[in-house]
């Protein structure tokens, strides 16, 4: 029975190769010979050799998950039967395979936050069609471990993440294709990658989600400064008229104000507005480790901010007083102003 909260095997994109234990090959096995059904039938039905059905019994080569599904419906097996007897899966390269994949896996929002980064990080030379994994670059080192930590929260099984080059961490193209057709996106190239419609319509109800996005959208894309800070925040940079839309209109639905601006370059931004900063602290902020130094810009521009909100209604009351009074003493205004 399938399950809503989970990522079935089946669900997988079909080209992904399963690797099955001792176990439950020797059951395929069995099967087949107790219904004695002959290699060539099963080859001849799915559409392949001879020899590679052998093959999968004997485990010298994996299976791909829609040849497997074809297989088990051949031999009328359950596709639950297979969680526990699945030692590995990959893709193209078994250099990124997960052994003993936690399947089936659990539907996170994190899931999306991860594609989110690989969206806001992404290039021409990163995740091609998902082919070869997310490569997550970034000059911060606290912003690596915090992308090496969303993927450990997941827990799929046991993988290597390779940080190869200093400065960036790759996500395996195994779990990349993986979510990839799971949540329908078609590209993780910042150029043209946007979030799917299934995703747009869940972030419509789901409010944690569309923190989330936002949380790997100040990450990657957003400001507040660096060496100094700035008077406004920035959530997002892109190139892509779509990505900023779609990011746009999660704000919307968070009831933010905010404008975008549209310099020659083509690199829009979308700032908040100073009215808006206090809920974009509350909501996304203090999601962020409190040393991150993007947490720290924020607080400080949130304190400024608030300083000056203090000294315009101080001004605003000296006003009233001024205007009723038709004078105002020095004492009054020491008085205030403490």
């Given at each position: 029975?399938?399950?809503?909260?989970?990522?079935?095997?089946?669900?997988?994109?079909?080209?992904?190769?399963?690797?099955?234990?001792?176990?439950?090959?020797?059951?395929?096995?069995?099967t087949r010979k107790k219904g004695y059904i002959k290699l060539s039938v099963i080859a001849k039905e799915i559409g392949i050799q001879e020899y590679s059905v052998l093959s999968w019994e004997r485990g010298s080569r994996g299976v791909t998950v829609g040849y497997l599904s074809k297989l088990l419906e051949i031999l009328n097996l359950s596709k639950s039967e297979l969680y526990g007897n699945i030692d590995a899966i990959y893709t193209a390269s078994k250099k990124f395979a997960i052994s003993f994949p936690n399947l089936p896996f659990k539907i996170k929002e994190e899931h999306i936050q991860i594609l989110?980064?690989?969206?806001?990080?992404?290039?021409?030379?990163?995740?091609?069609?998902?082919?070869?994994?997310?490569?997550?670059?970034?000059?911060?080192?606290?912003?690596?471990?915090?992308?090496?930590?969303?993927?450990?929260?997941?827990?799929?099984?046991?993988?290597?993440?390779?940080?190869?080059?200093?400065g960036y961490y790759r996500f395996p193209s195994t779990l990349t294709q993986i979510l990839m057709y799971y949540y329908n996106f078609n590209s993780l190239n910042s150029r043209k990658a946007v979030f799917p419609k299934m995703v747009m319509e869940e972030v419509n109800y789901n409010?944690?989600?569309?923190?989330?996005?936002?949380?790997?959208?100040?990450?990657?894309?957003?400001?507040?400064?660096?060496?100094?800070?700035?008077?406004?925040?920035?959530?997002?940079?892109?190139?892509?008229?779509?990505?900023?839309?779609?990011?746009?209109?999660?704000?919307?639905?968070?009831?933010?104000?905010?404008?975008?601006?549209?310099?020659?370059?083509?690199?829009?931004?979308?700032?908040?507005?100073?009215?808006?900063?206090?809920?974009?602290?509350?909501?996304?902020?203090?999601?962020l480790p409190k040393d991150y130094y993007k947490r720290i810009n924020a607080e400080i521009l949130l304190k400024r901010q608030d300083r000056e909100n203090s000294i315009q209604t101080q001004v605003e009351i000296l006003k009233e007083v001024a205007n009723e009074q038709g004078c105002i003493k020095i004492t009054q205004i020491q008085k205030m102003l403490k």
């Open positions: 029975m399938e399950n809503s909260n989970v990522i079935n095997w089946w669900e997988l994109e079909p080209s992904v190769h399963l690797i099955l234990n001792k176990n439950f090959l020797l059951l395929l096995r069995n989110a980064h690989g969206i806001f990080d992404g290039t021409e030379d990163h995740s091609k069609s998902g082919k070869i994994g997310i490569t997550y670059q970034s000059s911060k080192e606290y912003e690596q471990e915090m992308f090496k930590e969303l993927i450990l929260t997941c827990d799929f099984g046991n993988f290597n993440m390779n940080k190869s080059l200093q409010e944690r989600l569309r923190k989330l996005i936002l949380k790997a959208a100040f990450i990657d894309e957003g400001s507040c400064g660096f060496n100094k800070v700035r008077d406004n925040l920035c959530v997002v940079s892109s190139i892509n008229p779509v990505l900023i839309q779609q990011i746009s209109n999660i704000l919307e639905l968070m009831n933010y104000t905010y404008f975008i601006n549209k310099p020659k370059s083509g690199c829009e931004s979308i700032y908040l507005h100073s009215s808006s900063l206090p809920k974009f602290y509350k909501d996304v902020i203090v999601l």
